[in-house]
């Protein structure tokens, strides 16, 4: 996969694209891990440029990068996932731990939690 980052009013905004690869939640952190640095950091994930996806490699990335900024008091939350991501997520109840939105602006107009200020 290839990430996008860009900061922009507050929030990290990474758009995934391309096809997941081997080991890609170990890739992954290695690429993102240098922006996850600020207490309460907010982040939004854009999947509609993915193409191909392992279910569970997808997963494997999405929830290390949520662990990641948990732990930094922060959140994250996704938009424009394709309907096949879509009903993975509803099928296997992973729309109960990610925030699910259907494009950017939603996502960032959305109520944010603001953890990083504990």
């Excluded at 922006?35 to 982040?43: N, S």
């Excluded at 259907?102 to 109520?111: F, G, H, I, L, P």
């Amino acid at each position: 996969m290839k990430y996008h980052i860009a900061e922009e009013g507050g929030f990290f905004l990474i758009k995934i694209s391309g096809e997941t690869r081997k080991n890609e939640a170990i890739l992954a952190k290695r690429r993102l891990s240098p922006y996850f640095k600020e207490k309460g950091i907010k982040v939004i994930m854009d999947l509609k440029e993915l193409e191909k996806f392992e279910p569970i490699t997808l997963l494997g990335v999405l929830n290390g990068i949520r662990k990641e900024i948990d732990l930094l008091g922060g959140c994250l939350k996704l938009c424009a996932l394709k309907p096949e991501i879509l009903d993975y997520f509803k099928e296997n109840r992973l729309d109960h731990i990610f925030q699910i939105y259907e494009d950017e602006r939603m996502a960032k107009e959305s109520k944010w939690s603001d953890y990083g200020k504990r």
